[in-house]
């Protein structure tokens, strides 16, 4: 390997461009102001509109995530995220669920989060278990699905027990699996692979080094969820989906499809489903508070960038199926 | 490639939190999300810019010199011999296919951060509008808004939305009720298609983002009002309810203007 060499110019370089890449991205933006967008149509201006909606809306939560994996992977100590695990399969992944209260990140942060568990030793059953439990059992999430419903009709608390559930059973099942790594993309797996070499920079410089990767990762996934749900909520009737919500098998049909379709993170989905709440059986709404953290498409882009296609299909499977027991029982006991 | 891979996700979140920080700064990030979730996100995408631009200036370097190949030389399939000598830890699709993916993922990211850049913020239009149904939705504190009506306080009924007015209207069609009771509101304009002569004044309530924009309308029976204003233009408008002139429609009361005064879109258009 070739040490580097750099001229000390280079960052004030560096800075310089970024600032002037910035700065025309900014002014382009500014000197358009105010103009209408009379180029599109309503439609096409509709989806973008959405669709940057879901973009802007998340985003904060894929900064917050990151920002915790840097923390995780290089300025936490190595053991703390093992000491506290029991030795048992089922009691860890069991704790492991429970990481959330700590680490209060949305669905989509939670992938950075649970690639920077693997990166640092966790197994891929556990690390799931993890990614799937912590944006329903994390405080944040739970104070705001309490202040838009309470505890009325059992909505938060088959939410919560909903979620540590299907988590678990996930992490069990994936726990089966003779080679787990394999479930992985083969990209991703790679860079797990990677070990330093004898140079070692600060941490400053490896922190700022993996937001790089993680958001290169990340914000396409982002985008093109963002965008595809966009299309999907002008192309299906909304209107449609609220006609079926007094049956109880199909309301929670209804609410499942339109968890997945319109792609919002786990910390802010109950005030979005609030004011369908009049319309819409309790189980219903807990099938939406428990299905849209775990599975949506803006959920299977960022997922993508980590596991293959394949992982993606039984999970999917398995929560949907999960959910639908879930939700129809609910609405039957309620 | 590599560099492709490298730069594409500090040059999107860059520039996007960059974008979202002049959303803020003039008032249009309510056109996307609660202003509730501001806060957080100004101080979330302020980390993201600083965090990019630190990238710029060290970030290369760094990278240079700081991961040594992959000691794993295990089976990675066909492209065995393309990436892991040189292994820096960039993800890198393992086959054409993915490769080809990769390059088209970065190519509709730099289409969708162009429209953010040069495309105005805008509003959603009367396409949601159909797409939802006007008053499907719950229309939050309809009691409160009903108590409120009840006291008989001038100032109380002028400073009712859309929101609250269609709330009380679900309450009660007594006309006795609305007698003396002003109504001022602002909204654009939807025609209503199943009751000709008829449009609602509709707003948009937000209670998280855009994504779950419901429409809320009170219908205005003025018949010919498709001459005199374009479907989504903004309008003010000033009257009373009134049991509807036209015994064929669905609507028992309507709102009957004394003048509809053509508006700017206000500041906020949607209503939180």
């Given at each position: 390997m070739q040490p580097a060499r750099t001229s000390p110019l280079r960052p004030l370089l560096g800075l310089f461009l970024g600032l002037a890449g910035l700065g025309i991205i900014l002014g382009g933006r500014v000197s358009t102001g105010?103009?209408?967008?009379?180029?599109?149509t309503d439609t096409s201006q509709d989806v973008l509109t959405l669709a940057f909606s879901v973009l802007i809306e998340s985003l904060p939560f894929i900064i917050l995530g990151i920002t915790l994996s840097i923390l995780v992977q290089i300025?936490?100590?190595?053991?703390l995220l093992f000491?506290?695990?029991?030795?048992?399969a089922f009691g860890r992944r069991a704790v492991i669920s429970m990481l959330g209260m700590f680490l209060p990140v949305c669905e989509c942060g939670n992938v950075p989060l649970a690639r920077g568990l693997v990166s640092k030793g966790y197994t891929v059953s556990d690390s799931m278990t993890f990614l799937l439990a912590a944006p329903i059992l994390n405080p944040v999430t739970i104070i705001t699905t309490h202040q838009a419903f309470g505890f009325d009709d059992g909505i938060l608390v088959a939410r919560l027990i909903g979620g540590f559930l299907i988590a678990n059973l996930l992490g069990w099942l994936f726990s089966l699996?003779?080679?787990?790594?394999?479930?992985?993309?083969p990209a991703f797996e790679k860079s797990c692979a990677v070990v330093p070499s004898g140079i070692q920079p600060t941490k400053v410089q490896r922190s700022v080094d993996l937001f790089v990767r993680e958001s290169s990762v990340l914000m396409p996934a982002l985008i093109i969820g963002s965008l595809v749900a966009g299309l999907i909520q002008v192309g299906v009737s909304r209107d449609t989906l609220v006609q079926l919500g007094s049956d109880p098998l199909w309301s929670v049909v209804a609410m499942m499809i339109l968890a997945f379709v319109i792609s919002i993170c786990a910390n802010v989905d109950a005030f979005f489903i609030l004011p369908f709440a009049t319309t819409f059986l309790p189980g219903s709404i807990a099938a939406f508070l428990i299905l849209g953290p775990i599975i949506d498409i803006k959920m299977l882009a960022l997922l993508r960038t980590t596991y293959r296609t394949g992982t993606l299909i039984q999970i999917s499977t398995v929560v949907v199926l999960m959910t639908a027991a879930i939700g129809t029982a609910v609405n039957l006991v309620a | 490639m590599r560099n492709l891979q490298y730069w594409r996700g500090v040059v999107l979140i860059g520039a996007i939190s960059g974008l979202i920080l002049v959303f803020w700064l003039s008032g249009q990030l309510s056109f996307y999300i609660h202003p509730r979730y501001n806060l957080f996100t100004v101080v979330m995408t302020s980390i993201a810019v600083v965090l990019s631009l630190m990238a710029v200036v060290i970030s290369s370097k760094v990278r240079k010199k700081t991961m040594a190949p992959v000691l794993d030389h295990g089976d990675?399939?066909?492209?065995?011999?393309?990436?892991?000598?040189?292994?820096?830890?960039v993800e890198i699709p393992t086959n054409s296919l993915g490769r080809v993916a990769a390059v088209s993922a970065a190519v509709v990211s730099a289409i969708a951060l162009v429209a953010l850049v040069i495309l105005p913020p805008a509003t959603l239009s009367t396409v949601t509008v159909e797409n939802r149904a006007i008053n499907r939705a719950s229309l939050g504190d309809i009691q409160g808004a009903f108590a409120s009506a009840q006291s008989g306080e001038e100032a109380t009924f002028l400073a009712f939305t859309v929101r609250e007015w269609a709330g009380i209207l679900r309450q009660t069609q007594d006309p006795a009720f609305y007698q003396g009771k002003p109504v001022d509101v602002v909204g654009f304009v939807v025609a209503d298609r199943d009751n000709p002569g008829t449009f609602f004044v509709t707003r948009f309530v937000v209670s998280c983002c855009a994504v779950d924009a419901q429409p809320v309308g009170v219908p205005v029976y003025e018949p010919g009002f498709e001459q005199q204003f374009a479907p989504e233009s903004w309008v003010r408008v000033v009257g009373e309810f009134v049991?509807?002139?036209?015994?064929?429609?669905?609507?028992?009361l309507v709102l009957r203007p004394f003048e509809i005064i053509p508006t700017e879109q206000p500041r906020d258009p949607y209503l939180f």
């Open positions: 105010d103009q209408t967008a009379d180029a599109l300025w936490l100590p190595d053991q000491r506290i695990l029991p030795k048992n699996h003779p080679q787990p790594m394999s479930l992985l993309t | 990675h399939g066909q492209d065995h011999n393309h990436d892991h000598d040189d292994n820096d830890g049991i509807n002139p036209d015994p064929s429609s669905s609507h028992p």
